[in-house]
């Protein structure tokens, strides 16, 4: 009789063990292969030059053959390498396509403190959890077209990953503004880069992602 209790209760303590394995088991391989579903937003110029113009230091890369703007191109690994969907943030006016005219351009904007309107929109944010955002540093801080896509949703709860090519100027005052715009959103280590060494980059941003978990 005694015998034969034990044997129930080692036979159960075994199904315990099995059951609590195979749910730990479950939790692992949701946090190993996660549904998260992310965006790669990016703001970017590609100027009206052939490669980096030392001298005006007006900059753009040649991809496979397309020009595309310093964070374009850094989105664009990004977009390959978590398998995120892309989205340029793009306004109804667009800006001059030359060095010194975007300069002024984007001196006035400053000045003025103006919301571009923005002419490109994501019609299903709900469903992203983790955001990229990347951007140039234009005048000390964050190009006030990114402060119009960022007043437009309300990111509660997201990821927020951002990128920058700057010229010097290293993230300025960027972190703390998208802080202010998004104060609900988890705003996780990001990259930043040189225009100088951005055509360069792509083994850094991989390692980066690498450290991020965020390599498909
Ligand atoms: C209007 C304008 C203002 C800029 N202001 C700064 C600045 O204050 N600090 C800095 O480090 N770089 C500055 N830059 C350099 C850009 O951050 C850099 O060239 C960046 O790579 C541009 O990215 P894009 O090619 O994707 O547009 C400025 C560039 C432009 C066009």
Redesign the pocket.
């Known amino acids: 009789m005694v015998k034969q209790c034990s044997f129930t209760m080692v036979k159960g303590f075994m199904v315990a063990v099995v059951l609590v394995f195979f749910a730990s088991a479950t939790v692992f391989a949701q946090g190993q292969n996660t549904t998260r579903k992310i965006l790669v937003v990016y703001f970017?110029?590609?100027e009206n030059t052939d490669g980096t113009d030392a001298v005006s230091?007006a900059?753009?890369q040649i991809v496979s053959g397309r020009k595309v703007?310093?964070?374009?191109m850094v989105a664009e690994i990004i977009q390959r390498t978590t398998g995120g969907d892309l989205f340029p943030i793009q306004t109804q006016n667009p800006y001059p396509k030359t060095?010194k005219e975007?300069?002024d351009y984007?001196e006035r904007e400053k000045e003025t403190n103006t919301r571009p309107i923005l002419s490109t929109h994501v019609r299903n944010m709900a469903e992203y959890d983790t955001i990229f955002l990347g951007y140039?540093?234009?005048?000390?801080t964050l190009p006030l077209a990114v402060s119009s896509f960022l007043e437009e949703y309300n990111l509660s709860g997201k990821t927020i990953i951002p990128f920058c090519?700057?010229?010097?100027?290293g993230w300025?005052n960027t972190i703390e503004i998208i802080t202010k715009l998004e104060p609900q959103a988890v705003i996780k280590d990001g990259f930043t880069v040189s225009?100088n060494t951005?055509a360069r980059s792509e083994r850094d941003v991989t390692a980066w992602l690498r450290r991020l978990g965020m390599v498909r």
């Not at 140039?136 to 000390?140: H, K, N, S, V």
């Open positions: 970017s110029n590609a230091g900059s753009v703007g310093n964070v374009q060095h975007l300069l984007a140039p540093i234009w005048w000390y090519v700057h010229g010097g100027s300025a225009r951005v």
